[in-house]
C-alpha cells in the first residue's frame, strides 16, 4: 500500500540507505520546572519512567546504556545494525556547554553511533549550544527534538510546562538558521482543548521551521497531577475511541502540510504505568496498518484539505 502521508521512517531510510534504531540514553538531566528555577513537580502529566526502557537508567555509564540497547534491539529487529543516540528523558540540553560536550561525545565514540538526537525543551537551549550542535552536525547526525506539546499558552501554563509557544517558536527558528534537524513533540487531548481547537493547531504548526513531528495521544499516566484532575474533572479532556481518534487523526493529517515528516500519531505507554486503556493492548505496528488503511477508505491523504493533489503530494515520500 502506499503512504498516503510523508512517513518519517521512510525519508530516513532512503537518506542514509539503512535502518538506524534510536537507543534511548538517561544521563540524568533534570527540567527547570523540577529542580525550581521555573517550578517544581514538573509538567502535570509526566513520569519518564513510563517512556523509557529498563536498560536505560543514570546510574549506568553512557556507553553501557548503549551496549545494552544495542543487544536489546539486535533481538527485535535482526538488520538493526546502525544507531542514534537518544537522549530522551527530561531536558538533555539543561546542563552547562562543557557537560554537554562531554555526554554526546561519550555516545558518539561507539564507532556503530551515527549521530544523535536530543530531546529537551524551547527555554534550556541558546546561541552557544546552538553554535556547538552546528558544529557537530557537520561531522554527525543531530536531530533536536523539541518538546511543545500545545500552540495554546493556557494550555501549557495549566500543565506547569512554565514556557511558551512563543518561546517554541523562538528555539526552532534559530535552530534552523544553522541548519539543524529539527522535530517537534505534541499531544492530542490535553485538559481544555476543544476538537475545535486540536483542528486548529494544524495551521500554527504548518508555519514553523520543522523538519519532522510526532504526536501522542494523551494517557493518563499513574501517580501524576493530570491523574488527578481527570479523576475530578473527566469532562475537561476530549475521550477518543480507538477508531474516532484514527478518523479524528485523517482529519488532522489532511490539514498538515506535506512536507512534514510524520515520525509517530500515537503512543504506547507499559499497561501497568496507565489510569485504563481504553484502547486495549493495541501495538504500534496494529495503530499504522489503521491509519495506511482508513487513508485509503477516505481517499485521503497529508496535506488534502490544503489542496495539495496526491500526485503532488508523494514527491514528498
Sequence with gaps: MTKRYNSFAGYFKERFGCRLQKIVVDAGFTCPNRDGRLSVGGCTYCNNAAFHPSYSTPDKSILQQMEEGMEFHRRRYR???????????????????????????????????????IGTRPDCVDEEKLDYLQ????????IIEYGIESCY?????????????????????ATAERGIMQGAHFIIGLPGESREELLQMPQFINSLPLDSVKFHQLQIIKGTAMERLYASSPEEFVQFSLNEYIDFFVDFLELLSPKLRIERFAGEVPPRFVNGSPWGLVRNVELLRMLDERLEERKSWQGKALGAQFAEWQKFV
Design 79 to 117: 538488520n538493526a545494525t546502525s544507531y542514534l543516540a537518544y537522549f530522551q528523558p527530561y531536558s538533555n540540553t539543561y546542563a552547562p556547554l562543557e557537560r554537554l560536550k562531554e555526554l554526546y561525545g561519550q555516545a558518539l565514540q561507539h564507532p556503530q553511533v551515527k549521530g544523535i538526537v
Design 153 to 173: 499558552d493556557k494550555t501549557l501554563k495549566r500543565i506547569n510546562r512554565c514556557h511558551t509557544f512563543r518561546q517554541a517558536e523562538e528555539a526552532l527558528r
Design 135 to 142: 558544529q557537530l552536525s557537520h561531522k554527525h547526525i543531530v
